[in-house]
């Protein structure tokens, strides 16, 4: 069977390619991230109104990446690197992240 390298299952395009750009969001996002749960830590039950501010630069933020088709091309070309590489040798990118042992 013949498959196309740039052809995207709808579970690719509709929540693998999705669930990558939350995960890439969030690392570019930290800073926002960091911002809002400091501000809930210090806030208790008075969070909701105290932390509106870090809240709405947390969702500005998240908000501009889900939105971006640059950053959607760059997440789904990763992606797209990451289901070759599996395919060409059977190990899932997690797997392959793992540090391998050095001596056995």
């Not at 999705?18 to 969030?26: L, N, S, T, Y």
């Not at 809240?55 to 640059?70: G, M």
Request: proline share 5%.
């Amino acid at each position: 069977i013949f498959l196309d390298p740039w052809h995207l299952r709808h579970v690719e395009k509709d929540v693998l390619i999705p669930k990558k750009m939350r995960e890439k969001a969030r690392e570019r996002c930290s800073e926002q991230i960091q911002d809002f749960t400091k501000c809930c830590k210090d806030s208790g039950v008075l969070m909701v109104i105290k932390c509106r501010k870090e809240n709405s630069a947390l969702k500005e933020c998240l908000t501009a990446y889900y939105t971006d088709p640059a950053f959607y091309e760059e997440c789904k070309m990763e992606y797209l690197k990451e289901r070759e590489e599996f395919r060409r040798t059977g190990i899932p990118a997690k797997k392959r992240l793992q540090k391998l042992p050095t001596s056995m």
